[in-house]
Nanobody, 117 residues
Framework: QVQLVESGGGLVQAGGSLRLSCAAS????????MDWFRQASGKQRELVAS???????NYGDSVKGRFTISRDNAKNTVYLQMNSLKPEDTAVYYC???????????WGQGTQVSVSS
């Protein structure tokens, strides 16, 4: 029922910026908390940032002060603005949300972010 599609990944140099987008369909987007996760090669998937339906945000310690999550309910889209990128930010970034009706977490296909030193 819930479909999520990420875009905006790419290759940047350390210190650069990228803006990721996640377009949602098949759900009442405005009522859902939205999350960004990332998974580096050979490592566990980790939570990067979250935003509630009311706009409250939380960030992982490693990205706090550099990344900003936001949402545009009119466009059914959540964003992740990534500034001051570091090589350790290199990962596949996934948009995700929890479906209250289905009691399961939904995932996008992921978008690759690569940061060169």
């Amino acid at each position: 029922q819930v479909q999520l599609v990420e875009s905006g990944g790419g290759l940047v140099q350390a210190g650069g910026s990228l803006r990721l987008s996640c377009a949602a369909s098949g759900s009442t987007f405005s009522a859902n908390a939205m999350d960004w996760f990332r998974q580096a090669s050979g490592k566990q998937r980790e939570l990067v940032a979250s935003i509630t339906s009311g706009g409250n945000t939380n960030y992982g310690d490693s990205v706090k002060g550099r990344f900003t999550i936001s949402r545009d309910n009119a466009k059914n889209t959540v964003y992740l603005q990534m500034n001051s990128l570091k090589p350790e930010d290199t990962a596949v970034y996934y948009c995700s949300t929890y479906g209250r009706s289905s009691l399961r977490r939904y995932w996008g296909q992921g978008t690759q972010v690569s940061v060169s030193s």
